[in-house]
């Protein structure tokens, strides 16, 4: 016996086929008028401008940040220059005080061995001594060794800090410190 033949399932709908095709077709017709393709130069034009208009605008952003950027440097250059001439004001201020302090400690260490040679008794004339600071004679200098033993305190701590020595002590200490600043033997005098 012979098989059946199943049934074939639903057929298509030839008319419907046709259809879609006429519509697919009508569609593809209208493609034609698509802006892209119909007004490419306009597109392409505009694109262009705006282009122009980009690189203008890019333009004048770098023109104002380099004319930000200058400025800046200039005053960056000015501040710096001004550093630059406070701390060489500075440095020879420094220099010119450590000169002074070290001519006139050269100065004290002479007049010391000065004082040592020539003062044999408190009566005797000393050579004054430099302030370290300033490279001149300490005002009110005692000028013999008597006058050092009658200093009152606030004059020996006067003439220690001239001399940059310690004000440490009580004023024997201190006049001591002066005699032997000046270069006398304080067993002697």
């Known amino acids: 016996m012979a098989q059946p033949i199943a049934p074939l399932g639903e057929q298509p709908n030839l008319d419907n086929f046709e259809r879609c095709w006429s519509e697919i077709l009508v569609e593809v ?45 200039t005053r960056l250059e000015a501040r710096i220059q001004g550093v630059e001439t406070q701390l060489t004001e ?13 001519k006139a400690y050269d100065a004290n260490a002479m007049t010391r061995v000065v004082n040592n040679n020539n003062v044999a ?12 600071a300033t490279g001149t ?8 060794v008597d006058e050092i033993m009658h200093l009152q305190a606030a004059q ?12 440490a002590g009580g004023l024997a200490a201190k006049r001591a410190r002066i005699k032997l600043c000046c270069g006398l033997v304080p067993s002697s005098l």
């Not at 004679?137 to 013999?144: G, L």
């Open 29 to 73: 017709r209208r493609v034609r008028n698509i802006p892209a393709l119909t007004d490419s130069e306009r597109i392409i034009a505009a694109i262009g401008q705006m282009t122009t208009q980009l690189e203008t605008q890019i333009q004048g952003v770098e023109t104002r940040l380099e004319a930000q950027i200058q400025g800046a440097e």
């Open 90 to 102: 500075r440095i020879n201020q420094v220099q010119t005080s450590i000169t002074t302090s070290l």
């Open 121 to 132: 008794k408190p009566n005797h004339d000393i050579e004054p001594l430099l302030d370290v």
């Open 137 to 144: 004679v300490i005002p009110d200098f005692p000028t013999t």
């Open 156 to 167: 020996a701590n006067a003439i220690l800090t001239a001399l940059g020595a310690s004000t």
